[in-house]
């Protein structure tokens, strides 16, 4: 025949085709096979832990199911303490740091032009180093003898160094909120970059003064690369202890550094499970609220 | 391009953060300790800091043609944990304190020690041959090669003479200027300074007065302790005056010429005992003999004393080190380790750690 045939539509009803997940599977098995070893087995046996005791006399983890840890976790008001202050602090961290790096991913996305992917290598750069050292460095810098307390001292805010700054809740802020701040102007950044700017130009056409083009389009656009620091800033404070070793006062004990404690200083490996569990579950429902922020945020 | 408003393009901005996030995630590990393979020549120690110092370490590993690697916890706990964590099969030696050295030889990972295949054991002073803390069932698990006290030290410029009494770790006057060891075995420390007779066998009323204690004492401290190093710190940065060390960290800061004072005050002190203990699955059984040779013989025990200040269990020193150290460090005399309330393991031990993890919380 010599009549041209129709083009078939791309889904014709005669034939089902395989959801577009499984026909990708061949392609992904090997990441998903890593996957599966190295994250979801490992967290597995994690959980298993957790619903599993210790023998404290003979020191052996004791493999029946029971439900003890959690039931100390739950009546135990000292984790109930760590937990607020982690999730308090987790959450001033992410606020901090939402304000501190909106500014900066602005000025590159929006400022900067031919420096612009200079800027961006210089945001990336102490993430270069090694994280234990930029925390050694705010234990100098904060110190009784250091950088800031001297320079407060010389001008006379300050009539003699203070203890405040190290060893304290603060010093721990400090540190967090600097060393993720990467991480929060990064997504902030690509967010604000993707934005078209024929929005923008379409906005001012419509008579939209400067303000009103950033309250109406960029910020809205800008959501989905805030939530995703903020999820990022949020799940790296619920689980450091590093920080709180380093520059924490006695009262300073996160979420991590009793985790910490229960698998290398009090061998109650269950225990150590069950609280881990117990932040897994937290950042779950922070990663849930986030999505739905930035579901919002995209919808319009 | 990607459609900004599309949930792709919200991925898109996770994923870039998941990148850069893996790419730091490396610096995170920054503490975990270097896997050793248990290749054949390479003995593994788990040890206390100072320990495997190279001044002593370099010439062992030259005679024996061998590598020494070591890892250096800041507690009994996390040593033993880290030991239990391998199964006794990590680590080929362990430098037990007292306090650990009963729940090491329950375990079942420690290898009965023959002295015969230990020439220089007869140098070590005749009350270090079967101590109780490392004697189960009338066999050897491990030799002993140092002492030492918990000692106060104390910042020289602060205090004119030397405190007289632990009293001084809860003292007010010093608020923000103290430290403490970050170590459920300081409970003892805590209950030698409230005139507790026996201080490892504390009963409930003694335990809730320690924790009583030590919450008031935690308003007043800078930080809690954990390696030696951050408290030498502290001191040189003139961040705390006053702490319970142990003579490392004087001999340290002496060494780098601070004005520091260490002393025992009236109410006695709590001391230690540290023993080489093996693994009974070492592939380098023979080595690890050989190591505690080194170590309780003239140059191990020169060596280690040179660079921790502690007092050797062992006699073979003593020519190198000369009458005026030898007395200074009660090697002339050990009635002084009589005075000490030797670290050991409480029978309510957990009570202790559960005690000290709701004090820090």
């Given at each position: 025949m010599d009549v041209a045939q129709p083009t078939r539509l791309a889904t014709p009803s005669s034939r089902r085709e395989l959801p577009a997940i499984l026909r990708a599977l061949p392609l992904l098995s090997p990441s998903l096979l890593w996957l599966a070893v190295f994250y979801l087995v490992?967290?597995?046996?994690?959980?298993?832990?957790?619903?599993?005791?210790?023998?404290?006399?003979?020191?052996?983890?004791?493999?029946?199911?029971?439900?003890?840890s959690y039931q100390s976790i739950a009546t135990d008001p000292l984790f109930r303490d760590v937990a607020l202050r982690t999730i308090t602090m987790?959450?001033?961290?992410?606020?901090?740091?939402?304000?501190l790096a909106f500014p900066?991913?602005?000025?590159?996305?929006?400022?900067?032009g031919r420096l612009k992917t200079l800027a961006f290598m210089l945001v990336l750069v102490p993430l270069w180093s090694s994280y234990l050292i930029r925390a050694y460095a705010w234990k100098t810098i904060l110190g009784l003898d250091g950088v800031l307390n001297s320079f407060l001292v010389a001008v006379h805010i300050l009539s003699r160094p203070s203890p405040a700054f190290l060893y304290s809740n603060l010093a721990m802020f400090i540190t967090f909120t600097h060393v993720w701040l990467p991480f929060m102007i990064l997504p902030v950044y690509t967010a604000l970059e993707k934005i078209p700017r024929s929005l923008l130009e379409a906005a001012g056409d419509l008579g939209a003064p400067g303000w009103r083009t950033f309250l109406h389009v960029v910020l809205p656009l800008s959501v989905p690369g805030i939530v995703a620091g903020a999820i990022a800033t949020f799940s790296l404070t619920m689980g450091d202890y590093i920080t709180p070793q380093l520059l924490g006062g006695p009262?300073?004990?996160?979420?991590?550094?009793?985790?910490?404690?229960?698998?290398?200083?009090?061998?109650?490996?269950?225990?150590?499970?069950?609280?881990?569990?117990?932040?897994?579950?937290i950042v779950a429902v922070f990663l849930v609220l986030a999505n739905r922020v930035g579901a919002a945020g995209t919808a319009r | 391009m990607t459609n900004p408003l599309s949930r792709r393009g919200f991925l898109e901005g996770a994923a870039s953060v998941a990148g850069a996030a893996a790419l730091s995630a490396t610096g995170l590990d920054a503490v975990a300790e270097a896997a050793n393979p248990r290749d054949q020549r390479t003995l593994n120690l788990i040890c206390w800091a100072g320990y495997n110092d190279p001044s002593f370490v370099t010439p062992f590993e030259k005679k024996f043609n061998c590598k020494v690697t070591g890892i250096n916890p800041n507690s009994s706990d996390e040593m033993f944990a880290k030991w239990m964590a391998g199964g006794g099969k990590t680590y080929d030696l362990i430098s037990a304190s007292g306090d650990v050295t009963r729940r090491l030889m329950r375990s079942g990972t420690l290898l009965e020690v023959d002295v015969s295949k230990i020439p220089n054991f007869k140098y070590l002073f005749p009350k270090f041959h079967w101590p109780a803390w490392n004697t189960m069932n009338g066999k050897r698990y491990g030799v002993s090669f140092t002492w030492g006290p918990d000692s106060l030290i104390y910042?020289?410029?602060?205090?004119?003479s030397p405190p007289p009494s632990w009293g001084v770790l809860y003292d007010k006057r010093y608020k923000g200027k103290l430290s403490t060891a970050d170590n459920p075995i300081t409970i003892a420390d805590v209950a030698l300074y409230l005139g507790y007779k026996d201080v490892y066998n504390l009963n409930e009323k003694q335990l809730m007065q320690v924790k009583k204690t030590l919450l008031a004492q935690k308003t007043l401290l800078r930080f809690y302790w954990g390696s030696s190093t951050d408290l030498e710190n502290a001191f040189i940065h003139h961040e705390v005056v006053a702490s319970n060390a142990w003579p490392l960290m004087a001999n340290d800061l002496r060494k780098a010429k601070f004005p520091i004072g260490e002393t025992i005050p009236r109410e006695g002190a709590t001391g230690w005992a540290d023993t080489w203990m093996i693994s009974k699955y070492s592939p380098n059984i023979d080595l690890a003999l050989q190591w505690i040779n080194y170590m309780i013989g003239p140059q191990g025990q020169l060596g280690v004393i040179n660079v921790t200040g502690y007092s050797g269990a062992s006699t073979a020193a003593i020519p190198a080190l000369g009458k005026q150290r030898v007395h200074a460090l009660h090697m002339d005399d050990l009635s002084y380790f009589d005075k000490l309330k030797m670290w050991t393991e409480p029978s309510n031990y957990s009570e202790w750690q559960k005690i000290w993890l709701d004090v820090k919380g």
């Open positions: 490992p967290l597995g046996i994690l959980l298993l832990h957790s619903v599993w005791s210790t023998d404290t006399v003979n020191m052996v983890i004791v493999r029946q199911f029971t439900l003890s987790a959450v001033g961290v992410t606020l901090t740091d939402i304000v900066i991913a602005y000025l590159i996305a929006f400022r900067l009262d300073s004990q996160l979420v991590g550094n009793v985790i910490a404690s229960q698998f290398g200083v009090t061998f109650n490996w269950p225990l150590g499970a069950a609280f881990s569990a117990v932040v897994l579950v | 910042d020289k410029g602060t205090f004119s």
